[in-house]
């Protein structure tokens, strides 16, 4: 709402209607993220800084009052309210309606009220995220002077636990898993005081009636003494953070950081790494100024940077091994700084939980899974009602690309023109949710691979809570083709309208609806599998689209993925199933001689099984998938014949592609029944005879990088010439690739075409519940 519009709708229901000499009366809501953010104080002030009386309150999930005092001074109030709010607060509308009696019924003063439920309503109760320790509260932390000194747990309105200790709404301390701490006199002035920080600052707490640190029998500095004598020695800590238990070790020391892989199960994956402060990171890699801006934000994610070479010793390369890029992130609550200040290092902070289950948030859950793998937990007493990992972004040049959706970004809203409540169940892989109404959507912290019991089950917990915090009752519920999906199984058996989504159509529907984008675009989803609505694999799709529908108007060529999951696991077998496999376009493919050298590495009698399998089409599922295409590069290369996690090998493609300039290879694009094809066999052919002909892996990895931009650039122009609309939007998990999205990007907006990637809404698999919300909207709400 503009500043114009807003006031004419303050003088038609408030302004106008009310008028009583010189002073009105007027009453007025407030909605979006304005609970928990420290927004009561901030109008407490603002009233009493105009000279105004009246009051105001949290009711249900948003705040509301009554104003008196001279016209121009609340219009003056009102256009405060939406322009001048606290840095943690996202206003979404201010509406003014008929108040009560004049300035004297108040007494002349100005009164922050109890909390009210009031009644249900259709709107969605928006939910704050946690926020990172603030400026102010990390100097009273440090301040010898100060009764916070040192205190792990220090807080204000403007940061601390949010979404991680709501129990309800509306926002108070007695709906909150600090309910338990009652406050000390002197907290309790605090909290009482208008003039105070912490006013009405719902998890104030201090050494006398706060939170308290324990490891073992030991409690407050004594366990955070013993934690940092663990860490020095080499151990590895549990430490049980905001939104659930961290592992931590030395980042400098590798047998710790190998020591910590190997009882984790997680042999490759990179680990992020905590700092502390801005001079240690700029010291461990490259930081530019918006880089910078992202890592001092409220939200501190883990935020992916190119590592410094002459910055190497300073991390062990366990860490990161035979990548580029190191995650660094800054303190989020005062007990992380305290910690780093105590051992003066960078230092490996990790998801407390074994690979691929969920994050422990429990303290008997985290002793009896991490048992194995921790040394010792620095734990405290206040419960984590909702788990909430670290949230991974990364910059593409100036462009924000969210890898993972979760601590400080979620549950903030999105928008969405949803009219009538809608769900998303999400995928499969990096797992999410969404609940949509009243035109924004709020999607769930990033819940994990939906690939065993305690994970699904982790999900079907925050999916309750967050649609009860919300008030969201989805009379539909979205979800993807693929029958096998723990999340299609579950949307399928709830007693609402289900609406199918394909995967594809979800990734460029999410980018679209995040920018706004309602009418038709032509979208590019790259990503590892999906199932299309012929009942086969996809994964290197372009769409004519809109939100509500989709038409294929281009494609990957396909090649056999020899065992089906096995070859994820096993790139080596997706690149036999290319080479030896590959879709016949009415050119050969590549010769057999070629695939010799490659042959050579593998196991004889594997590659037998393979050869066998793909020529009699034995559990070989067929596939036209980008992510598929990078794991046999990356393969050929001799980059990852084995991966552990999904997109290992694209990963390693990708830091050994670097900055190298290169020459393109070979590529063909043909038209094949109605769709245009990118034929992968030239490609790959050229690949494997400049690779023999002696051309570093370097150069040829940024070869393969610039031909897939390239043959994008083809298959979009080839669309575009026959009617397809000259808005882009880029999605699936390929694009989280810095150096694939550069030179995409860059050949897309040379055609004079609108170039859109998702920021806010992760562009891999955590961004897929978001597209099916929005697809799901717009046939409810009859587009298309």
Request: charged share 25%; net charge positive.
């Amino acid at each position: 709402m503009t500043a114009r519009s807003f006031r004419r709708h303050g003088d038609a229901q408030g302004l106008g209607s009310r008028a009583n000499g010189t002073t009105q009366a007027v009453g007025f809501r407030v909605d979006g993220i304005v609970q928990g953010v420290g927004f009561r104080p901030f109008v407490h002030r603002t009233a009493a800084d105009l000279g105004l009386s009246g009051w105001v309150a949290n009711v249900n999930g948003h705040v509301e009052g009554e104003v008196a005092g001279p016209p121009a001074s609340i219009e003056e109030f009102a256009e405060r309210l939406r322009t001048a709010a606290p840095a943690l607060a996202r206003v979404r509308s201010v509406r003014l309606s008929g108040g009560g009696p004049g300035r004297a019924a108040y007494g002349g003063g100005f009164e922050v009220r109890p909390s009210a439920a009031g009644p249900a309503e259709p709107a969605a109760r928006e939910v704050p995220p946690d926020a990172a320790l603030c400026e102010a509260c990390l100097r009273e932390l440090r301040d010898p002077g100060d009764r916070r000194f040192r205190y792990p747990f220090i807080n204000c309105t403007d940061c601390g636990p949010r979404a991680t200790i709501i129990e309800d709404l509306p926002y108070d301390r007695v709906r909150t898993t600090m309910r338990r701490f009652p406050l000390c006199t002197a907290c309790a002035a605090e909290y009482a005081d208008p003039a105070d920080r912490r006013f009405h600052a719902e998890p104030v707490a201090c050494p006398v009636c706060g939170p308290r640190l324990a490891w073992e029998e030991l409690r407050g500095e004594a366990a955070l003494r013993a934690a940092v004598k663990a860490v020095n020695e080499g151990g590895i800590v549990a430490l049980k953070g905001l939104g659930g238990y961290q592992l931590v070790c030395d980042a400098g020391d590798p047998r710790a950081v190998a020591e910590l892989r190997r009882r984790k199960r997680r042999p490759t994956k990179p680990f992020a790494v905590m700092v502390p402060d801005l001079a240690a990171a700029e010291r461990l890699a490259w930081v530019g100024a918006t880089a910078r801006r992202c890592l001092l934000s409220p939200e501190r994610p883990v935020l992916l940077l190119t590592h410094r070479r002459t910055a190497a010793a300073a991390l062990a390369p366990e860490v990161h091994p035979g990548l580029d890029r190191v995650g660094l992130f800054l303190p989020t609550t005062g007990l992380h700084q305290l910690l780093l200040d105590e051992l003066a290092r960078p230092l490996v902070v990790t998801s407390g939980n074994l690979s691929d289950e969920p994050i422990a948030v429990d303290d008997a859950e985290a002793r009896c899974t991490l048992d194995r793998v921790a040394d010792g937990f620095l734990t405290h007493d206040r419960p984590i009602r909702s788990r909430y990992d670290d949230s991974v972004v990364q910059f593409t040049g100036r462009v924000r690309i969210t890898v993972r959706r979760a601590r400080g970004l979620a549950p903030a809203p999105l928008p969405l023109g949803a009219r009538e409540p809608v769900a998303g169940a999400g995928a499969q892989l990096k797992h999410t949710f969404t609940l949509a109404a009243d035109g924004r959507a709020l999607t769930g912290p990033h819940t994990g691979d939906l690939s065993d019991l305690a994970t699904h089950d982790a999900f079907l917990a925050s999916y309750a809570h967050l649609k009860r915090l919300s008030g969201i009752e989805p009379v539909a519920i979205a979800h993807d083709l693929h029958p096998g999906y723990l999340s299609t199984q579950w949307a399928t058996a709830q007693p609402v309208r289900h609406i199918p989504v394909q995967h594809h159509h979800a990734h460029v529907a999410a980018c679209a609806a995040e920018h706004g984008v309602r009418g038709p675009f032509l979208g590019v989803a790259y990503d590892g599998l999906g199932l299309g609505d012929d009942g086969t694999l996809w994964g290197g799709e372009i769409l004519v689209a809109d939100l509500a529908g989709y038409r294929r108007v281009g494609r990957f060529s396909t090649a056999p993925l020899p065992g089906g999951d096995a070859a994820v696991r096993r790139p080596c077998r997706t690149a036999l199933g290319h080479l030896l496999g590959s879709e016949t376009l009415g050119t050969p493919r590549p010769y057999p001689w070629l695939t010799r050298p490659f042959t050579d590495r593998l196991d004889l009698a594997e590659a037998g099984a393979v050869r066998a399998m793909i020529a009699r089409d034995v559990n070989c599922p067929r596939a036209s998938s980008a992510g598929r295409l990078f794991d046999a590069v990356a393969a050929l290369l001799g980059l990852a014949d084995e991966v552990s996690y999904e997109g290992e090998a694209a990963v390693r493609l990708e830091a050994a592609a670097g900055d190298e300039h290169a020459v393109p290879l070979a590529r063909r694009v043909v038209l094949s029944q109605g769709l245009w094809v990118y034929d992968s066999a030239p490609t790959l052919a050229d690949l494997l005879e400049r690779r023999l002909a002696g051309e570093p892996v370097g150069r040829l990895a940024a070869a393969f990088h610039l031909t897939l931009a390239e043959a994008t650039a083809e298959l979009v122009a080839r669309a575009v010439a026959e009617g397809a609309p000259r808005t882009v939007c880029l999605g699936g998990g390929c694009f989280v690739n810095r150096r694939l999205l550069t030179e995409v990007r860059r050949r897309l907006r040379a055609q004079g075409l609108r170039v859109l990637v998702g920021g806010e809404v992760p562009v891999g698999d955590g961004g897929i519940s978001y597209g099916q919300a929005a697809v799901a909207a717009a046939r409810l709400n009859g587009e298309g």
